[in-house]
């Protein structure tokens, strides 16, 4: 097999080395052919270039063709995020303009309100410089003082009337300053007739004395007690007068009676006795007020303590009502004299 490889090759040796003879016959045909194929490939190597050339054009119109697509790629990927980027921004403008629209809806009725408002206290504006005017004026609040003294001067002149009709004075050998320390001291040294005076003892209303009694004797003076009967009588119109001269209801209202006056309590501490109960039976249960007396013949003696325990709290209802200080639940008199000095006194008029 070597042996017919090695043939073959120098065969093909040997005829590259044979060299072409030609005829001068021919040599003028074989010349043209010569020329003839040498001006056809010189034609074929321009048109080789020529190709060349334009294949090189080509293959660089490629390129840059190719490399012209894949920067439209990037763009493409650039212009798709960006897209997505767009669409999330548009969906959240949607949601800002959503709530823009709603703050400006809120922002409108807020407005609405306001000027509402405004027309609002423009008019409360006009009214309260209408006021102002007015309270400035002649009828304002210096005419309203004027009118209030005049009321308190009238309130005063008619209280003085009562203190004319029912004057409250020291009694006569008693110092006033004996006035609040009287009912300890007679408390003290007792009494024959069962009696435990108040502050009567300094004190006195159109010259009587005023005596509670705890108990009833065979020995107890019974002018002593119709003395303090009436004394209480007379306490207790004046209280009434000087309650309705200042316009104030008394929470313990009275019945008027002289000697045989009433007190009323609408929630009594005290079981009402079977003559109240009879007394009032007219009236309904849950409204019936009950009354005790404001004297001791005839009645229960801690029932009269009671009614002068009530008529105290009226006044010191009326002193608290005029700024006034109350001496305590066992001084009627004293109570009654501060009430007619404050209300008699010229600071009264300018308060």
């Not at 209280?159 to 003290?188: C, D, H, K, T, W």
């Amino acid at each position: 097999m070597e042996s017919k490889k090695l043939a073959l090759m120098q065969n093909q040796e040997d005829q590259k080395n044979v060299k072409l003879i030609i005829q001068w016959e021919d040599y003028e045909q074989e010349l043209a052919r010569l020329c003839s194929l040498t001006f056809a490939l010189n034609e074929a190597k321009q048109k080789k270039q020529l190709v060349q050339q334009k294949l090189q054009s080509l293959i660089q119109v490629e390129a840059e063709s190719l490399s012209r697509s894949n920067e439209l790629d990037e763009m493409k990927e650039k212009l798709d995020s960006r897209k997505l980027v767009m669409g999330n921004m548009s969906m959240h403008s949607k949601v800002v303009k959503e709530k823009v629209k709603k703050q400006e809806e809120q922002l409108s009725n807020d407005i609405r309100s306001l000027l509402v408002a405004g027309t609002s206290l423009s008019g409360a504006s006009k009214r309260l410089q209408d006021a102002s005017r007015s309270f400035a004026g002649e009828r304002g609040y210096g005419h309203l003082r004027t009118l209030q003294r005049v009321f308190r001067m009238r309130q005063q002149y008619m209280v003085s009337q009562v203190q004319l009709l029912y004057p409250v004075r020291i009694a006569i050998g008693q110092a006033p300053e004996q006035e609040l320390e009287f009912f300890n001291n007679s408390s003290n040294s007792g009494n024959s007739a069962g009696s435990k005076p108040l502050d009567q003892g300094a004190l006195t209303i159109a010259g009587l004395h005023l005596t509670v009694f705890t108990k009833m004797s065979f020995f107890t003076d019974k002018k002593e007690v119709q003395r303090s009967a009436t004394a209480l009588g007379y306490v207790a119109h004046v209280v009434a007068l000087i309650a309705s001269y200042l316009q104030v209801p008394l929470r313990y209202p009275l019945r008027l009676g002289g000697s045989r006056s009433y007190i009323r309590d609408y929630a009594p501490s005290i079981e009402p006795s079977s003559s109240d109960l009879t007394s009032s039976s007219s009236v309904s249960a849950n409204s019936r007020p009950v009354e005790f007396p404001l004297f001791l013949e005839g009645q229960d003696s801690t029932r009269a303590a009671y009614a002068v325990f009530l008529l105290n709290k009226d006044l010191e209802q009326l002193l608290n009502y005029i700024g006034g200080r109350s001496l305590g639940p066992r001084h009627v008199l004293a109570n009654l004299k501060e009430l007619l000095r404050t209300i008699l006194s010229p600071e009264y008029i300018d308060t």
